[in-house]
Antibody, heavy 123, light 108 residues
């Protein structure tokens, strides 16, 4: 069965960087986009961007341009999201989420999600 | 950016009752590129509906989606105890997906 397993929580100081991982199993890793979506405490969901595991191309939402980097390791079916210049507003649960690759669709919806990882930014 | 506004913020109902949740878009979500998710406390969201009305794999038929243009609805036919949760709509009409702020369905 499809599983997206994320690493444990992190506490970071303002200005630092955080790297979170998402290991996929149960499906053809390179055949689906992987996205990162975050949720601040008690808030809604915010899409950050995606990586195409086949080739490694990325698309980031403008809000995070210059601060986020998404990479993948096809040998371990793992994607990574690194966010730099952390501030308190970045405190959130970070989810990886999968979407189909369908060129006929203008956007993406998410059929499987990781369990989420809490990143806390605090001095 | 397409802004999604969900209403009501909270819906207080009893098990067995029907729930009707609304999602309004700031501009037309053509071709019904709208999805609905359920999120229980401390869990990741779960896909319920995509394409405005298509149930995802394994989703019970008491969940149904409808609507077009700027007005969409998620209906839960008869609430089961496990259905009390927060529900989000999400548009994929643009390459930058956006979510509504959520509707909480709570036990009355």
């Amino acid at each position: 069965q499809v599983q997206l397993v994320q690493a444990g929580g992190e506490v970071k100081k303002p200005g630092a960087s955080v790297r979170v991982s998402c290991k996929a199993s149960g499906y053809a890793f390179s055949s689906f986009y992987m996205h990162w979506v975050r949720q601040a405490p008690g808030q809604g969901l915010e899409w950050m961007g995606l990586i195409n595991p086949s080739g490694g191309s990325t698309l980031y939402t403008q809000k995070f341009q210059g601060r986020v980097s998404m990479t993948r390791d096809t040998s371990t079916s793992t994607v990574y999201m690194e966010l730099s210049g952390l501030r308190s507003e970045d405190t959130a649960i970070y989810y990886c989420a999968r979407s189909i690759i369908d060129w006929s669709l203008p956007g993406y919806f998410f059929d499987y999600w990781g369990q989420g990882i809490l990143v806390t930014v605090s001095s | 950016e397409i802004v999604l506004t969900q209403s009501p913020g909270t819906l207080s109902l009893s098990p067995g009752e029907r729930a009707t949740l609304s999602c309004r878009a700031s501009q037309s979500v053509t071709s019904g590129y709208l999805a609905w998710y359920q999120q229980k406390f401390g869990q990741a969201p779960r896909l319920l509906i995509y394409g405005a009305s298509r149930r995802a794999t394994g989703i019970p038929d008491r969940f149904s989606g409808s609507g077009s243009g700027t007005e969409f609805t998620l209906t839960i036919g008869r609430l089961e105890p496990e259905d009390f949760a927060v529900y989000f709509c999400q548009q994929y009409r643009s390459s930058s997906p956006t979510f509504g702020q959520g509707t909480k369905v709570e036990i009355k």
